[in-house]
């Protein structure tokens, strides 16, 4: 191999990271699933300005819902993240929005 040897292991260490992060995110049958669910919430909202500060930590907090739904679906409990952990995650985004919102 002609790259730098750390290159390939480096690209290892992130196909384990996808293949974990895929079982969580994903549905059973497509990896890639979590992105087309939100990309299908998003569209209901087509003149929302999402490059926002305060629509930044609610898709933020989208995405922690989304898996959970997804994990509680399925009878999974996580591998990157738990549902518990997730679910803690979802609430201090919010707050966050609200005072994204409330210091503007």
């Not at 995110?25 to 299908?40: E, I, M, Q, V």
Request: hydrophobic share 35%.
């Amino acid at each position: 191999m002609k790259g730098h040897p750390m290159f390939y292991e480096l690209t290892k260490e992130e196909i384990k990271l996808h293949e974990v992060k895929s079982n969580d995110y994903g549905s059973d049958t497509d990896p890639l699933a979590n992105f087309k669910r939100r990309a299908n919430i998003m569209a209901q909202y087509p003149t929302i300005n999402w490059a926002t500060p305060e629509c930044v930590a609610i898709l933020d907090s989208l995405k922690q819902m989304d898996a959970c739904l997804s994990l509680l679906e399925r009878g999974l409990e996580g591998g990157v993240e738990t549902v518990d952990t997730r679910a803690r995650d979802s609430h201090v985004l919010w707050k966050i929005a609200r005072i994204l919102r409330r210091s503007k």
